[in-house]
């Protein structure tokens, strides 16, 4: 089955600052990488994803990268905010699965 | 509105006495699926089902059971809790179509359920 790696675990950032969590998958045949968001408390809700069939995907002020021949994808934040602390999980979905598998997240931290 | 709701969302309980978490959904979806939460090993992925009656064994599955007896309901059973089996649970609904803005299959989650067995 697939195995997505997930790094850092933890990061610490400067509001204003960018900050990148990066992941890695096991499968070619993925094609599908979503990233979800959980603030404290709460329950982890989707806030960007991107197919396989694109290389990049920018929606304000996150983005995410993907790179299939060396199967890792990113998720970039840029002029980070307090309200962005969470943990965030990356995910990739087998081309014949309809359920993702997750990478065991990343706590962002963002200081005012 | 369109939601995933779990119930209870919190419980403590004793080794050994059987609960059930259920998890329902109005979405109409065909994939719902059970996570555990534990701190520094992410989202594990308990047990999932494709369709009613259709149900798959995900990474963490002992000591747990499901059923899909309609499309909507997807309970989790412990028969036999013991300590280890503490954790946050989520569950987790999707569809197989292809969703507007661009979305993919995004999985819906449920607000959780707080579970401690003494």
């Known amino acids: 089955g697939e195995n997505v790696e997930q790094h850092p675990s933890t990061l610490s950032v400067q509001e204003g600052d960018s900050a990148v969590i990066k992941c890695t998958y096991s499968?070619?045949?993925?094609?599908?990488f979503p990233w979800y968001k959980q603030e404290l408390g709460k329950r982890p809700q989707l806030i960007i994803d991107i197919r396989s069939n694109v290389g990049e995907k920018k929606d304000q002020r996150i983005a995410v990268t993907l790179n299939k021949t060396a199967k890792h994808f990113s998720l970039h934040i840029t002029e980070t905010q307090p309200e962005d602390s969470a943990v965030y999980f990356c995910a990739a979905r087998e081309g014949g699965s309809y359920i993702p598998t997750f990478g065991r997240g990343t706590s962002l931290i963002v200081h005012p | 509105e369109a939601q995933v709701t779990q119930n209870p969302r919190y419980l403590i309980t004793v080794t050994g006495k059987k609960l059930t978490v259920t998890c329902s959904q109005n979405?109409?979806?065909?994939?719902m699926s059970w996570y555990r939460q534990d701190p520094g090993l992410g989202l594990r992925q308990i047990y999932y089902?494709?369709?009613?009656?259709?149900?798959d064994k995900g990474d963490v599955p002992e000591g747990y059971k499901v059923s899909r007896k309609e499309k909507r309901n997807f309970p989790l059973i412990l028969e036999s809790p013991s300590p280890n089996q503490t954790s946050l649970y989520f569950c987790?609904?999707?569809?197989?179509?292809?969703?507007?803005?661009?979305?993919?299959?995004?999985?819906?989650f449920g607000p959780g359920t707080r579970l401690t067995v003494l």
């Open positions: 499968d070619s045949a993925s094609n599908y």
């Open positions: 089902s494709m369709n009613v009656e259709v149900t």
């Open positions: 979405m109409n979806h065909e994939y």
């Open positions: 987790a609904s999707s569809s197989v179509r292809i969703l507007g803005r661009g979305r993919g299959y995004e999985q819906f």
